[in-house]
């Protein structure tokens, strides 16, 4: 995987061990795992250009090797609905992170393609250090935060385990659908523990990797934040 290599590369040589958003994504990417469609601005105008290209409504996240949690920063925007707006949560963006984090090394703003609202849910890896890469899933939310309603699996997994780990949480009626709720596409989240159970055998120097959230749909599904960690 040929972008993959570039950024792990990349990345081992600068002795950092976070990958930014935009990094994460084009490997998850590579790996077919859905993601947001993303372009990193280095400017407002630039900002205002991708958005347009991308299309409204948009959402603009900072993009910072030094910063792992961006909305508890405020640096996340979600909504912006014209150019005008994207001006203004670039500016607001820009002022919160240098108060809250004033050492931050920007890369610039990352613009992306707001996905609908849906059913939410996590998956996430992180390195046993007896049995190597772990794969977690749960659904999003209060189930993975309050209720701790989530499975794992020593990867690498079949898809008889992917199955296995959705269909075992609590929580699994939810994405069977329910009252006006449809039926959530779980192929396509079987599909993506399957390539991220591809990814983190076959780069074993990911120490963790989370993405959360990641939005199923009655067709589909899309990852809006992914992260990966380094050894
Ligand atoms: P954090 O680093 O704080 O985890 P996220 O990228 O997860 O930042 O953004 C925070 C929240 O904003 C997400 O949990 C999600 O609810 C929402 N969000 C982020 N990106 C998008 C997107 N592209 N489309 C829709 N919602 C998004
Ligand atoms: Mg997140």
Not at 46 to 53: C, T, W
Not at 131 to 146: R, T, Y
């Amino acid at each position: 995987m040929k972008e993959t290599n570039q950024i792990l590369a990349a990345a081992e040589k600068e002795h950092r061990k976070i990958l930014l958003e935009t990094e994460a994504k084009t490997i998850c990417a590579e790996y077919g795992i859905p993601v947001t469609k993303f372009s990193l601005a280095k400017n407002e105008d630039e900002a205002v250009r991708f958005a347009e290209k991308i299309g409204f409504p948009i959402v603009l996240k900072i993009v910072s090797p030094d910063i792992l949690h961006k909305s508890n920063v405020g640096g996340v925007a979600v909504g912006l609905k014209d150019a005008s707006e994207v001006e203004e949560a670039y500016e607001r963006i820009q002022k919160n992170v240098k108060k809250c984090v004033p050492k931050a090394k920007i890369v610039g703003m990352l613009v992306q393609e707001m996905a609908p609202a849906s059913t939410e849910v996590i998956v996430g890896a992180t390195k046993d250090p007896q049995f190597g890469p772990a794969l977690m899933f749960g659904l999003g939310g209060i189930f993975v935060e309050v209720l701790k309603d989530v499975t794992f699996r020593i990867a690498p997994i079949t898809e008889d385990e992917a199955c296995e780990m959705i269909s075992e949480v609590k929580a699994y009626p939810l994405l069977k659908g329910y009252r006006n709720t449809p039926p959530a596409d779980i192929n396509a989240i079987v599909r993506i523990l399957l390539n991220t159970s591809k990814l983190v055998m076959e780069h074993q120097e990911i120490k963790e990797l989370d993405l959360n959230p990641i939005l199923v749909y009655e067709k589909g599904a899309k990852t809006v934040d992914a992260r990966i960690l380094l050894e």
